[in-house]
């Protein structure tokens, strides 16, 4: 009976161990799918990694063009606004040339003419030339009448009278001037301080 049970127990055991060789067969053969899945998956994602390293790259290029756009665009800016400045000046002073030319002929003929409404009239007709050329470049006279406008005048002297109410522009010292409603001088002006409201 012993012996029945040895070889019962050699029998089994021979199983077990060809049982396990069937279990390592079968691990073995699952690695082996684990280990191609995975080298699938590591190349999937050295593919992706590639085509994010040549996108950077597009990017970076891309980057580094609109860099080099934009410092050129702000160049040529600069280069414009120079070109724009020498053009109004240029322009401004081709006008003003008029002007002068106008002014040394009065000089001229003041010389040799004593008529003096000839000589007020050529004054006149100068400064109207001179209003006209600064009008037509955006700058026109301030007002300076009325109220006193801390904006656009500026006040030299003030004068005690009855005469005008209190703030109120007396007289104009200097004409004042505006570009395109900036006050570019203000009119210097003396204001009338009213002998009524000083006392109260």
């Known amino acids: 009976m012993e ?17 396990i060789r069937e279990e390592k067969s079968l691990t073995e053969q699952e690695k082996d799918e684990l ?28 980057y580094q063009s609109i860099q080099k756009d934009f410092e050129d665009y702000k160049i040529r800016a600069i280069k414009e606004r120079e070109q724009i400045k020498e ?11 008029d002007v002068v030319d106008n002014f040394e002929k009065a000089l001229e003929s003041f010389k040799i003419s004593n008529d003096m409404n000839a000589i ?21 006279k301030i007002e300076a ?37 900036k006050v570019i001088r203000p009119a210097k002006v003396v204001v009338a301080i009213s002998e009524e409201e000083e006392i109260t």
């Open 3 to 19: 012996e029945k049970n040895n070889q019962e127990n050699i029998e089994n055991q021979e199983q077990k161990q060809e049982e």
């Open 35 to 62: 280990i191609k899945k995975l080298q699938e998956e590591v190349e999937t994602l050295k593919q992706k990694l590639q085509k994010t390293e040549e996108a950077a790259k597009r990017l970076s290029a891309l």
């Open 87 to 97: 053009e109004s000046i240029e322009k401004f002073a081709k006008s003003f040339l």
């Open 120 to 140: 007020m009239q050529g004054i006149q007709m100068t400064h109207y030339q001179i209003i006209n050329l600064l009008q037509s470049y955006g700058i026109e």
């Open 145 to 181: 009448v009325g109220k006193f406008n801390p904006m656009e005048h500026e006040a030299l002297e003030t004068i005690k009278t009855k005469e005008y109410r209190n703030n109120q522009i007396v007289k104009v010292l200097q004409a004042g001037y505006k570009y395109k409603g």
